[in-house]
């Protein structure tokens, strides 16, 4: 290839990555769930014709993205491309096509130029409420967590499905914001196209095919060349978080070999009972991105950086639950891989490798009775635990990682639903000691707002397994659930919260990082100017 054509594919690669970041702030701004617009829980990309993703939103989570990644190879399997016809949109919330539960739906449009298919815009978000028992990791079976929309028809030639629309509209408890967050995912997936068109005419291609072979090439080959220079060799990692019925012991096995990685999670604990299972495609979403932020962190997340990492997990295990498995709650679970990962790598390039986080997000999720006594609100509210400190700075507190998702504003949370926060603040010394500390997480309290009884639909871990330091560091403090001079709560289950009560939560810290003895005065003299010990 000319030294101008790498350039001109290079700048038209970056074009490509504005493309996409607008088709993701598109679907942020015309939410109606507070988690997708406030927070960001969503992904959006755009694929090439054989399903390769070529570019990726920098806003969204990596469960999303990278399972999202797969998602369209299904939806092409269903819809062949040359039956696609401008206009068309194609959705679906399988668990195991998409992107892990019933809660994200995704959606497919192709993209035409001059008549002609060029590619396909696919895009991911949570939304709140889908019917079932709600979202939460009681069910036992998937069928009790939702409405199960297979692949199908959204629009055909730009006509919505108004049958499969009033379907969606009677299994929610949210019939409004549920149909507006499918209106602004397919408006996501169109603006997509819009400005791809906008960036083909200005470069005067007329097909994607030279780029993304382009893309494809450059990030195997600089993944491959990072994965070359940790030494081959097999290592072990095994974490045990709290589970539902019965801790959860998560067995890692990483093998290094030349310029691939295969990772295989044999001798981890059988599927759960309850929905905290997890689908395949959502273990490998997350692997994938703990293997990524170590060895290839600036390399852009697409089909060819993910390639060279072979990751499986027998089928039975929690990380390979197969239909009808319950996964509302897979979160709790599939969020703890990066940090099964970087136990693994640690072994390989010390030095490199932060120490435990909360991990999981602590969704407050709530349901109740409106004013009226009519209707039902039912909300989540996202919270984050502390992350583990690094090997040259402190952790981040109430920070989610690896999620990315952003703690959803007080404000924003008692507009929506009659709740009162009292309290929203860090727990201090939660962060575990050492030379550089752990991140520290959360204290809130809450009430309902009209003194009317509510549930909430608990799905915390890291409760009686806390956050385990590296290197000397000290453990992180676990995390708790409890009614204000009252009972305990168990970390997952609805449990109801009577009128008059207060809530009490609080999210898990960060391990720390090195022996505390080694923390410098400098740092110490921060801590106390901050208040933070």
Known sequence: MSKINEITNQLMWNRLLSVVEEQGQTLVRTAFSP??????????????????MMAQAVTGTPGHVNSMAESVKHFMRFFSIQHMNEGDIYITNDPWMGTGHLNDFVLTTPCFKNNKIVGLFSCTSHLTDIGGIGTGPDATDVHMEGIYIPMLKLADKG??????????????????????????????NDVGCLR?????????????SQLSNFIYTKSVNAVKKEIKKIPNGVYKNSMKVDGFEKPVTLNATLTVKEDKIFMDYNGTSQKSQYGINVPLSYTRAYTGFGLS????????????????YDINAPEGTILNAKYPASVCARHIIGQMLPDVVFGCLEKAIPDLVPAEGASCLWNLTFRGQQKDNKSIFAITAVTN??????????????????????????????????????????????GGKGKFRGGDGQIIEIKSSLGKDMEILAAYDRIKFPPRGRKGGENGKPGLIKIKNGRKLNGKGTQPIKGDEILVVETPGGGGYGLFKKRSKDLLNQDKENELI
């Open 35 to 52: 988690i997708v617009r406030e927070c960001g829980d969503i992904s959006a990309g755009i694929f090439d014709l054989k399903g390769r």
């Open 159 to 188: 006509k919505m499905n108004k049958t499969l629309l009033s379907m969606i509209r009677q299994n929610t408890r949210q019939p409004v914001e549920t149909e507006g967050d499918v209106y602004s995912l397919a408006a996501c």
């Open 196 to 208: 791809l068109n906008d960036m083909m005419k200005e470069f005067e291609i007329n097909d994607l």
């Open 293 to 308: 932020c170590l060895i290839s962190p600036e390399v852009p997340n697409n089909a060819g950086s993910l390639s060279p």
């Open 385 to 430: 635990g502390g992350t583990g400190a690094r090997p040259s700075k402190d952790g981040l507190s109430a920070t989610a990682y690896p999620s990315g998702v952003k703690g959803t504003p007080v404000e924003i949370n008692e507009a929506v639903a009659p709740l009162l926060f009292l309290k929203k603040e860090f727990k201090t010394g939660s």
